[in-house]
């Protein structure tokens, strides 16, 4: 019964360097979100899709970050020249169901960390 | 957009006692608030959640109320013990906005043994 996969669990990156993030979600469920969690402060969303859609990235910063969710694989959250800012806990959701309000699990987070 | 507010920031209570924590929404298309639980360095954990179409739910030591009219719902912890120190987290969502979990800044529950 594998729940939510993220990796990495720990990710060092240098300023200005690329950081990806890859969440699979639960079997069956086909919706994912990414929100992230700043130190000690609350979780923030920032994306969400379906297979092969983004269907709402009102949370997302207008510049670095873009996420995908192809038909096979793995979805991704992808942050380019990463600043000191970025460093957080970015944690995905999955649900299975589409068109109605429904239960969200979530992995065990990527904590970044950008020196 | 939706906004949800988390009262209190922190609260001790001793093991034994009841914890209640409460949120409020503004938007009145919220109609799914779930609970989280996050221990230091791991992921959040759903403890209990209500749809709008239910005013109460239990779960053994945990409840949530909700009031539609007032916008608020709460979380009752009863017989706390020292396993439920953690942070808890509401949230609100709904269908119209996809879903997305609004969060509250969370409570920090310290259970004192």
């Known amino acids: 019964n594998a729940g939510v996969m993220q990796n990495p669990r720990h990710l060092v990156r240098r300023r200005g360097q690329e950081a990806r993030l890859r969440c699979s979600p639960m079997?069956?469920?086909?919706?994912v979100y990414w929100y992230r969690q700043l130190p000690e402060e609350g979780l923030k969303f920032m994306v969400y899709?379906?297979?092969?859609?983004?269907?709402?990235e009102s949370g997302m910063p207008k510049e670095r970050f873009s996420a995908e969710f192809p038909k096979e694989g793995p979805s991704i959250l992808r942050i380019q020249q990463v600043v000191r800012g970025d460093s957080a806990a970015y944690f995905c959701?999955?649900?299975?169901?589409?068109?109605?309000?429904?239960?969200?699990?979530f992995g065990p987070g990527t904590r970044l960390t950008v020196l | 957009g939706e906004n949800v507010e988390q009262h209190p920031s922190t609260l001790s209570v001793q093991e034994g006692d009841s914890a209640v924590i409460k949120c409020t929404y503004s938007?009145?298309?919220?109609?799914?608030f779930p609970w989280y639980k996050q221990e230091l360095g791991k992921r959040p954990q759903l403890i209990i959640d209500?749809?709008?179409?239910?005013g109460e739910k239990k779960d053994q030591r945990i409840a949530v109320t909700l009031n539609k009219t007032a916008k608020h719902f709460s979380l009752h912890i009863t017989e706390t013990q020292p396993e439920d120190s953690a942070v808890y987290f509401c949230?609100?969502?709904?269908?119209?906005?996809?879903?997305?979990?609004?969060f509250g800044a969370g409570t920090i529950l310290r259970v004192k043994s």
């Open positions: 959701a999955s649900s299975p169901r589409e068109g109605r309000t429904d239960t969200q699990y």
């Open positions: 079997k069956g469920h086909s919706h």
């Open positions: 899709l379906q297979k092969e859609n983004i269907i709402d």
């Open positions: 938007d009145s298309a919220s109609n799914y």
């Open positions: 209500i749809r709008s179409n239910v």
């Open positions: 949230a609100a969502s709904s269908w119209e906005y996809g879903n997305k979990l609004v």
